[in-house]
């Protein structure tokens, strides 16, 4: 049985999340992780990464989807190691001032809409 909590949209998105890791010197150094999310509903999303995130973790990132691109924060809240070495990892969004969640939840509600008509 399926324990989810919100319906799943079908659709590719691309993520890019802006995360930090230690260089050679012991030093912060931003990155941006780019990845195709692979599991989308209104309060979450799933993708392939190959580095460990930290569980709770908070991000900043943003989730471009058919033309649209939102700003989002969203918090790790599983990680999965697969056979192929790369993490399966799922993020909440966060309801965040100064992010897009409210046009997000408004999109993700018309695309479900025209896709049970």
């Not at 012991?26 to 209104?42: E, P, R, T, V, Y």
């Not at 930290?54 to 809240?77: E, M, N, R, T, W």
């Not at 599983?78 to 992010?99: V, Y």
Request: proline share 1%; glycine share 6%; net charge negative.
């Amino acid at each position: 049985m399926d324990k989810r909590k919100h319906h799943r949209l079908l659709k590719q998105a691309s993520i890019y999340l802006d995360y930090a890791e230690l260089d050679g010197e012991n030093a912060l150094q931003s990155k941006i992780l780019i990845s195709q999310c692979n599991d989308i509903s209104s309060s979450g999303v799933g993708f392939c990464f190959s580095h460990a995130l930290p569980l709770s973790a908070i991000y900043q990132l943003a989730l471009h989807i058919q033309g649209q691109v939102f700003h989002l924060v969203g918090q790790v809240k599983w990680m999965q190691a697969l056979d192929s070495g790369d993490f399966s990892i799922g993020l909440e969004l966060l309801d965040s001032q100064d992010t897009d969640i409210v046009a997000w939840k408004k999109w993700l509600a018309q695309q479900y809409l025209s896709t049970s008509i």
